[in-house]
């Protein structure tokens, strides 16, 4: 993550080819199904190629480290994959972790545990590690460039992103996703301004360690008050340049079909 960090201030080639090749391993070798990460193998570490067993480590603060990875290279790159996996930790490895109360947690979470959560732990990282990453949720949500916004996760909220082409641009979500697939997401520049919306795409196909069936991928609809939208695919977003103004609403289905996934 923070080889991550440098690459995307600095730019450099090296730091760059490097940190795409540890998420590459990271993610085709050594991945569990809830995004979680470290077998338990090596002390707090990840173990070898493909040694994924139930009894997985999975520390909590790993899989906050994991976010910030995956955070930092859709910034890098600006490719929606990257938000997919951060999504898909978020929901599963890191709230997965979590009592519904907020009050018990596990510090390790394996994919079968025979233990309750509990308020406390003899080394405290997660304590703090886990609501300083859930507290970083308006950050995870949206992204920005010269150009536009990003949207990367579907949650009801109401957040400003700055200096969008020299414009703040609130951005009100209202959703039940992920229980639902419906997204309306209304934009409000200060001033009307032209600039481009990106809208995640979500692809359940995160690893080649899983396939999933059936196949679930794309959206069901895309509209723009009330029209369907003129927009393209690039690099899992939904793209949609237009002036902007204030009440400009986009209205987004996305499919929710229950898959079964298979190592």
């Keep these: 993550s923070g080889m991550a960090d440098v690459a995307v201030e600095t730019h450099d080639p090296d730091y760059q080819s490097a940190v795409r090749s540890l998420w590459d391993n990271m993610v085709h070798k050594k991945y569990y199904l809830t995004g979680g990460v470290g077998s ?53 490895a890191l709230l997965g972790s979590m009592d519904l109360e907020g009050k018990n947690f596990y510090y390790d979470n394996p994919l079968s545990a025979d233990s309750v ?36 996760l579907f949650i009801g909220s109401s957040i400003t992103v700055e200096n969008v082409g020299g414009v703040d641009v609130e951005m009100v979500q209202a959703t039940n996703y992920p229980w639902d697939g419906a997204v309306s997401i209304t934009v409000n520049p200060k001033t009307s301004k032209r600039f481009t919306v990106r809208v995640r795409i979500p692809n359940r196909d995160i690893s080649n360690l899983y396939r999933n069936s059936p196949e679930v991928w794309g959206m069901v609809s895309l509209s723009v008050n009330g029209k369907p939208a003129q927009s393209s695919i690039q690099n899992g977003y939904a793209s949609i340049a237009r002036t902007w103004s204030r009440g400009d609403k986009i209205e987004l289905v996305l499919p929710m079909k229950v898959q079964r996934v298979k190592a």
């Design 40 to 92: 338990g193998e090596t002390s707090e570490g990840f173990g070898p190629n493909y040694s994924l067993g139930n009894n997985a480590y999975c520390e909590a603060c790993s899989t906050c480290g994991a976010i910030f990875f995956h955070w930092k290279m859709n910034l890098m790159y600006h490719d929606a994959r990257y938000a997919d996996h951060y999504e898909l930790a978020m929901y599963n």
């Design 117 to 152: 959560r509990y308020p406390w732990h003899a080394c405290p990282c997660c304590v703090g590690n886990i609501p300083r990453t859930l507290l970083m949720t308006p950050t995870w949500a949206y992204a920005k460039d010269r150009d536009g916004i990003y949207v990367n």
